[in-house]
């Protein structure tokens, strides 16, 4: 993501301030997006990237150059997202909230007066919706994928699991999401 | 004769480019035709459309400044610990030089001397709780009164003991005041 990523991390790694600025620039936005998106709460997202932030710095030693750095830093998300879980697992993150009102990513259309416009408005919802829907596992594969924009390869080291097993995987997670916005529509 | 249908992943693994060129023919013929894939297709490609333009949110302006300023308290938290351990170890040595030029010289040197009465101190050590408590009524004696003649070898674990106390209630201080002696070099 970054253009002199290298650069930045070994200056960070010399606790050079305005490096770890650059760090937490370029990221914070697609770690707090993974966050929010499998949580849906901009506030424990927000408390959570801080987290992996500090995370980072304090083991950027630990962090292998051959690997990509981006890579690295999901890695570390995607652990304490299983740990977030796994400590709060008393609380069922897959029926959080899913009344109407709590959707604030996406623009009121109301005043909109093309009915098409609406209509697809309406199906972005729902299928940002129905990702929400979906079991923990199929959920992070879906935001990895799609708010994070990576790519197969690199959700595979992440994750740690075979490409063929991941892409099966995605295409369980679109046929649950489709499935989904079926039923949503009877 | 009319191939049967596509199944849902190979639509797929086609509309994400991920599937060989000769069966990527295929299908587009056999999308030509079959009215119920081309359904599926448009269904599949539809969601895919809506998931590659993701709403993203932007953090909380606030977020790096937070990040920024918790990275710089905990480099400062381990400061503070470095510095309470050597301040920690300064009173060590301060006790040891105290204990060393002044009342505990002869007794240092006679225990040096005499290896083989350490080692069976140590082999020994305090066996029951009256020992400890007599242990503790000579520690308390040494502390306000530092003896130089008759030492024993239990002496020797007492002047330890007392070391280490002193070690611990320094470290101790200087960590309850962290804030004070670093409040300069807090931002």
Known sequence: MLENEKEILERCLKGDRKAMETLVIAYQKPIYNYFYRNLKDTEIASELTQDIFLKVFSNLQKYNFSYKFSTWIFALSHNYLIDYYRKKKSISFSTYSYDNSSTPDFPDNKHKSKEDELIEEELKNSVWKAVEKLPEEYKELIILRYVNGLKYEEISEILEIPMGTLKNKIFRAKKRLIAILKESKK | ?187
């Open chain 2, 1 to 187: 004769m009319k191939e049967k249908h596509l199944n849902e992943e190979e639509i797929s693994l086609f509309l994400e480019n991920d599937i060989d060129e000769k069966r990527a023919n295929e299908i587009k013929e056999h999308l030509k035709y079959c009215e119920e894939c081309k359904a599926k297709m448009l269904e599949i490609k539809k969601v895919e459309e809506i998931l590659s333009e993701p709403p993203l949110l932007e953090p909380p302006p606030s977020l790096l400044n937070t990040i920024m300023e918790k990275v710089a308290r905990k480099r400062i938290k381990l400061e503070e610990l470095f510095i309470s351990i050597f301040i920690g170890f300064l009173g060590l040595f301060a006790t040891l030089f105290y204990l060393i030029y002044t009342k505990g010289t002869n007794f240092v040197i006679n225990m040096l001397i005499k290896k083989i009465n350490i080692t069976f101190f140590i082999k020994n050590g305090i066996s029951n709780f009256g020992e400890l408590l007599s242990v503790m009524k000579k520690l308390f004696y040494i502390i306000i009164n530092l003896p130089t003649k008759n030492i024993t070898p239990n002496l020797l674990y007492l002047r330890i003991a007392e070391i280490i106390i002193l070690t611990i209630v320094l470290i101790g201080i200087s960590l309850w005041k962290k804030d004070v002696v670093l409040k300069k070099r807090k931002r």
